[in-house]
């Protein structure tokens, strides 16, 4: 089965054909780091607007690499929530005007499902049950995958994202934007005993970043003050310490809860390179799965990956359906 996937909700326009949930024929990503660089971070009018400019030729792109026609499509998914409402309307608009025009059926799919079956591309004998850790810059979330399209929500972030933690901090500290990576690889060469800072404790499996964050910027702003230089490599290296040791607790007791063997790790944030090392020396005992770098961010493949299964479970839409800025993962959008 040939999916058309769109990928439109945040501020990567990206369209995918995917065959039979695990094989990329394609996938074109055009990010908009440029434009939102001069603000420090997305803007949604102009994300929107840059969706609308793209979403056409990169299309066209896509099924010119998968080296197919029109109408060897056989549906056409599209992210559907959650995300910036503008930017995803441009994805779903135009992704059901190719369904409709094309004539085969229209699957909505989840952002964060996505996230997770971006795994499925990269590791063709993975299958539920298991437990996931979905870390980017707008979600932080544990999930019990019990089946492809069966979901239950853990835990979630109760603030701040740890990915936007990251993209927020890198900008106070004067690294530039998008910030994760520039932080990430601070952090390489620091001390992550070097500043003492919170782990917060939420209830159950629910996370906290905001005090963290808090923290760190006001560390910052304290040694500005006082005319004092911070040790940007240290401070970097502890925070990312402090946001590791808070995902690995809660991960670990998660799958103390789910009685799951697999844990498998989604997300933008997925492609830090502390947390993943961080992981493999904590998760003992159990299989680690990793998405490579590549199919961390935002892209229309994972997309289509989980609307090849949303699809076998009949978890089609009609041409009403309209998008969600928020949606837990376990609910269903048709």
Request: with cysteine.
């Amino acid at each position: 089965m040939l999916i058309l996937a769109i990928e439109t909700s945040c501020d990567e326009t990206s369209a995918a054909v995917v065959r039979d949930g695990r094989h990329i024929l394609s996938n074109i990503v055009a990010s908009q780091t440029e434009l939102h660089e001069l603000y420090g971070g997305v803007v949604p009018e102009i994300a929107s607007r840059r969706h609308m400019e793209l979403i056409r030729t990169l299309t066209s792109m896509a099924l010119t690499e998968a080296g197919i026609k029109k109408s060897d499509i056989d549906a056409v998914a599209c992210t559907t929530a959650p995300g910036l409402i503008g930017a995803l309307l441009v994805g779903l608009s135009f992704a059901k005007a190719m369904a409709f025009g094309f004539g085969v059926p229209f699957i909505p799919v989840h952002h964060i499902r996505g996230h997770v079956a971006a795994n499925y591309l990269a590791y063709p004998d993975l299958e539920p049950p298991f437990t996931a850790l979905v870390v980017s810059g707008g979600h932080s979330s544990f999930l019990h995958v019990t089946d492809y399209t069966e979901y239950k929500t853990l835990g979630v972030t109760l603030d701040d994202a740890a990915g936007e933690c990251f993209d927020k901090i890198a900008r106070v500290m004067g690294l530039g934007y998008p910030g994760g990576p520039l932080l990430d690889k601070l952090a390489e060469n620091g001390n992550p005993e070097a500043y003492k800072l919170p782990r917060t404790k939420v209830e159950g499996l629910d996370m906290s970043f905001s005090g963290l964050k808090t923290s760190v910027i006001n560390i910052i702003h304290n040694a500005e003050q006082r005319g004092e230089d911070i040790n940007a490599q240290d401070l970097a290296a502890s925070f990312s310490q402090a946001v590791s040791d808070i995902l690995i607790t809660r991960l670990c007791a998660a799958l103390e809860m789910t009685g799951e063997n697999t844990a498998v790790l989604a997300g933008g944030v997925a492609a830090n390179a502390w947390l993943r090392r961080e992981l493999l020396q904590s998760v003992d005992g159990k299989n680690l799965i990793l998405p490579p770098p590549a199919l961390c961010g935002d892209n229309a493949a994972m997309i289509g990956a989980q609307g090849f299964y949303e699809f076998q479970k009949g978890n089609v839409a009609p041409l009403s359906q309209n998008a969600l800025a928020t949606c837990p993962a376990d609910m269903c959008l048709c």
